[in-house]
């Protein structure tokens, strides 16, 4: 199974300030990695896949990059509606399709 | 518009079986595989299994024998039937549409929330 881990637990941001999380993969994933976000409530949303390509209506703000086993999802200025949770999730490796733990990025 | 619809959530007790149903709709079902994945409360997402547009199947090991996905193309349905239940299969189940291609999840429904307990 490939373990998904990402860093740090909690991000405390300010309002307009830039986030970077990271996400690494046990065994490589290649570029089969997805990012979601997730806030109090409601569903998970597809933010990126493939690593860097940005799911249909996502900001330009988000974006991914990273291959093999190291990955990284950066938002900058970072917005009101984007103190959330976010997951990365490899399906190179399934099953079992894999989460990493989760980001959660509040407000600083 | 893509819309899943999840249903069939409830108290049940442990050792019970409860069976959950996604209906889908604004897409075209039988071309994509579907899969459930669970949140236990204030935890992190866990993937359940998924179905190909084939109809071949995967678990995830935690609830391989226990728990059977099925699909119903021509009502743009699909299930999962959990048996043998446990407590920590307690969790909100969300039905999702996997994007065409080796791609990940790009339409979620709302959940459905299963709680087993005595």
């Known amino acids: 199974e490939t373990v998904m881990t990402q860093s740090p637990v909690t991000l405390s941001v300010s309002p307009g300030d830039g986030a970077t999380l990271s996400c690494r993969a046990s065994?490589?994933?290649?570029?089969?990695l997805a990012w979601y976000q997730q806030k109090p409530g409601q569903a998970p949303r597809l933010l990126v896949y493939?690593?860097?390509t940005r799911a249909t209506g996502i900001p330009a703000r988000f974006s991914g990059s990273g291959s093999g086993t190291e990955f990284t999802l950066t938002i900058s200025s970072l917005q009101s509606e984007d103190f959330a949770v976010y997951y990365c999730?490899?399906?190179?490796?399934?099953?079992?399709?894999?989460f990493g733990g989760g980001t959660k990025v509040e407000i600083k | 518009e893509v819309r899943l619809l999840e249903s069939g959530g409830g108290l049940v007790q442990p050792g019970g079986s409860l069976r959950l149903s996604c209906a889908g709709s604004?897409?075209?079902?039988?071309?994509?595989?579907m899969t459930w994945v669970r949140q236990a409360p204030g935890k992190g997402l866990e993937w359940v299994s998924i179905?190909?547009?084939?109809?071949?199947?995967f678990y995830a090991d935690s609830v391989k024998g226990r728990f059977t996905i099925s699909r119903d193309n021509s009502k743009n349905t699909v299930s999962l039937q959990m048996s043998s239940l446990r407590a920590e299969d307690t969790a909100l189940y969300y039905c999702?549409?996997?994007?065409?291609?080796?791609?990940?999840?790009?339409?979620w429904g709302l959940g459905t929330l299963v709680t087993v307990s005595s």
């Open positions: 999730q490899q399906y190179n490796n399934w099953p079992p399709l894999t």
């Open positions: 179905i190909g547009t084939d109809g071949g199947t």
């Open positions: 999702a549409k996997k994007k065409m291609g080796n791609n990940p999840f790009d339409d």
């Open positions: 604004g897409f075209t079902f039988s071309s994509y595989s």
């Open positions: 493939g690593a860097s």
């Open positions: 065994q490589s994933v290649s570029s089969n």
